[in-house]
């Protein structure tokens, strides 16, 4: 069942199952308590998470002017079980663009980049069709924060 539920979202479609099967068989298990960060904007990151059980908020971790004051935590998406994030680390190596914070006892699968890439090399049409499906997903995104920004700036 979490099999098939993962292998739904956007990012396996049009890939074969058995492909998928196969990456998982490389992917760990993360269990993060309450109010427990997974990792903090800004560090580098090589995989992306899908959540099995609980709830991640990302968010933007906000300085905070007054010393010795933790940031202001600025949420931008709750997550469920079955939704997927880090997707941009996992097709490249670079700095999160936000935080990730359980909200409760969760239960995440991490896959690590390395075995996207190895299909690259390999030239896999299942990495290139997953490398496809990110994108997309990336695009989304963009979209979604440039109507917010659009919204903000109507309000101003």
């Known amino acids: 069942m979490l099999f098939d539920e993962i292998y739904d979202s956007i990012i396996f479609r049009h890939v074969d199952k058995n492909y998928v099967r196969s ?41 905070n002017d007054e010393e010795g004051k933790k940031p202001h935590e600025l949420v931008i998406s709750t997550l469920k079980p079955f939704s997927f994030f880090g997707e941009i680390s996992f097709l490249d190596e670079c700095p ?12 995440l699968i991490y896959l690590d980049n ?13 990495a290139f069709q997953i490398g496809t499906n990110i994108g997309k997903v990336m695009v989304g ?11 903000m700036y109507k309000k101003l």
């Open 23 to 63: 990456l998982f068989k490389g992917s760990i298990s993360v269990q993060l308590k309450a109010d427990e960060f997974l990792f903090h904007q800004g560090i580098i990151g090589r995989g992306m998470y899908f959540l099995v059980y609980g709830s991640i908020n990302l968010l933007l971790e906000l300085k």
């Open 96 to 107: 999160r663009t936000a935080s990730a914070k359980a909200l409760e006892k969760t239960e």
């Open 114 to 126: 390395e075995i996207l890439f190895q299909g690259f090399a390999q030239k896999n049409i299942n």
């Open 141 to 151: 995104h963009i979209l979604t924060m440039n109507e917010k920004l659009l919204g």
